[in-house]
């Protein structure tokens, strides 16, 4: 009895204490003042493909057009400097932290830490483990729906061959969400066609030259492959030069499919080479900035604020690739 009511006034004492900080309890989500301006952390994840130079432009151009402060990091690749990153960025004191999480797992502490101090977290483009909750622990997801794009390749690589493929697949980053659910959604697409097989798979990190790299050792193991699955339009490309540098004619001899829509994937389709590439729309810059005001004026904001996705392949790839990134 007396040990409870001690731990009650110690956790009473401790949200005390958190109030007095202005700390959000740990059911809610941290406040966000309206302002003319804001000071925007944005944690990038890594600068090596154009997807994410793309996305960073894009959180750039907003913040320079609304006049706000952006305190940027580059985590290079890692997820502990991410986590760094993360914690420089609540000791700067910003209003808002834009997050694109390079794993799942390892940068759940960055939000909680966010969030404990007080400061608004929107995870952009990429999700965490799911023990960390929108609407909770941080405000939203900003982004696509990975899972839909794995089974959308899955659906046009069944169209295509009518149900009969040997799949290499390379996957992106080792636990990053969309290398999970890219997996996930194209399994769930081939399941219900038995001759579709996946006979290997294995992470090219979402680099053009490790796709290329894995994509060559694995081609020498699987000589029978019939198609690639990459998890991203870099990868597709490095494997485009694998098969090519094995005397493989891609696009006729092996089919490869990949996720993206960037500018040199767009024009591998026109040039026949890459056979589809689920779009999945890097320039979130503008939905998110849209987000932090609605939020400070105390509009709901939904759980998953979700893009809309488009599909390239030789039908409308040529008309894209002048104002792909
Ligand atoms: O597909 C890939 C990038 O997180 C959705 O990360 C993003 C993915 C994107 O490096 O090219």
Redesign the pocket.
Known sequence: MKRDYLMITASLSLAAVAYMFGTAAADELPKLKEKKNYKVGFSQTESN?P??LAETQSVKDEAAKRGDQLVYTDAAGSAAKQVADVNSMIAQGVDVILLAPREEKPLVPAVMAAKKAGILVILL??RVDPVAKPGVDYLTFI??DFVDEGKRAADWLAKKTNGKATIIELQ?TTG?S?ANDRHTGFVEGIKDHPDMKIVASQTGD?ARDKGRQVAETLLQAHPDATAIYAH?D?MALGAIAALEAAGKKPGSDVIVIS??GEKDGLQAIADGKLACSVE?NPRLGKKAFEVIDKYAKGEKIPTWVKSDDRLFDDSNAKENVATAY
């Open positions: 493909n997807w994410r483009d990429r982004g696509s992106g990053s969309p979402f991203n870099e996720i993206d999945c």
